[in-house]
């Protein structure tokens, strides 16, 4: 388990897109920028520590919520964290185990997974993927040992498996892209953005982002959707998670649009095993495993609405029934 201690840098970045590769046809449609339908969302649970012990689960989203019961689509990871979900229905899963380094890639049709490509990385010498995102152009990007950003260039049958790595900026855990393919990682207090693809020259060179929030000092997760960046952030004057939502495709010291306040969600001040979120279709997702003020012990999906400004309530909240939630991805 990777106990995240409040205000700790968590960072999460995961655009809700990815396509396909592999060999297979991708039809370059990102479900969550076209608005196709969106009627699943895939959790890791990255276990107790012990190997095998890691699972993949799948919820139904009715009408842009997510609902119970979750479904056990795949036992025996290995310290699964990082999903993600291509618009052609291709799972990705990172598993981070010291000795089963890899990037595993289903198709998943019904209650059968069919495993389509394993990518290795050898033993614990090797650097461990941890959170994952693909482009529509395929690209895979994995933040490898909690600090690099690997990109993966895809070809017909598959991926070059020797990637290139982004510029290091000490900080890169969970991972996004947006539709020009820039990356973008959160470090304590500046989000940083990389143009991620090999070669791209719309814009040359790391730059670094700041939101312009009095009090925002740690930078938590962050998932692009659309022209717009939602930033998670921790402060020692809010309980409750804030996100506060940003233009994409910016840098320098950036006003904030407007801001979320989830109610009802993860607790910051108390400890947090695991915590991410997804965004898709005007909804916003977030799974969080904490320690409550009763020593008890939570784990729970709460849906919200994306839009708005201020506080807001949760749809629904549903159990995760996992040991340590890892990542959350919605996908067709």
């Not at 970045?13 to 449609?29: E, T």
């Not at 995102?133 to 690997?150: C, E, I, R, T």
């Not at 304590?188 to 312009?212: C, D, F, Q």
């Not at 939502?245 to 969600?265: C, D, N």
Request: charged share 15%; aromatic share 10%.
């Amino acid at each position: 388990m990777k106990a995240l201690a409040v205000f700790s840098v968590l960072t999460a970045l995961l655009v809700a897109p990815s396509a396909g590769a592999h060999g297979i046809a991708s039809k370059h449609l990102n479900p969550a920028v076209r608005g196709l339908p969106l009627g699943h969302l895939y959790l890791t649970d990255s276990g107790t520590g012990q190997a095998g012990s890691g699972k993949l689960l799948q919820f139904d989203v009715v009408n842009g919520i997510a609902v119970e019961p979750g479904r056990v689509l795949l036992r025996g990871l290995h310290d699964p964290i990082g999903v993600a979900v291509g618009p052609d229905g291709l799972v990705y899963v990172a598993e981070a185990e010291y000795k089963w380094h890899a990037i595993d890639v289903y198709r998943v049709t019904g209650s059968t997974v069919q495993l389509l490509r394993k990518m290795t990385f050898g033993d614990g010498f090797q650097p461990e993927p941890e959170y994952l995102a693909v482009d529509d152009q395929d690209y895979l990007y994995a933040s490898m040992d909690l600090s690099n950003v690997a990109v993966f260039r895809p070809h017909q049958h598959g991926y070059v498996q020797r990637p290139h790595y982004l510029y290091n900026t000490g900080g890169a855990f969970e991972i996004g892209v947006d539709e020009l393919g820039d990356v973008y990682q959160p470090t304590l207090n500046t989000m940083y953005v990389h143009p991620g693809r090999p070669g791209k020259t719309a814009r040359a060179g790391t730059r670094p982002v700041v939101p312009a929030q009095r009090g925002w000092s740690t930078l938590m997760f962050a998932r692009a959707y659309g022209r717009e960046l939602f930033v998670g952030t921790g402060t020692r004057s809010r309980s409750w998670i804030s996100v506060g939502v940003l233009p994409i495709h910016t840098w320098g010291h950036v006003s904030l649009k407007r801001y979320l306040a989830l109610e009802r969600g993860c607790w910051t001040r108390l400890q947090i095993y695991g915590l991410a979120i997804a965004v898709a279709n005007g909804f916003l997702y977030e799974v969080c495993g904490y320690i409550n003020r009763s020593n008890q012990y939570i784990r729970r999906i709460w849906t919200y609405r994306s839009t708005g400004d201020g506080p807001v309530r949760p749809l629904n909240v549903v159990r995760a029934d996992v040991w340590t939630p890892g990542d959350i991805a919605i996908g067709p």
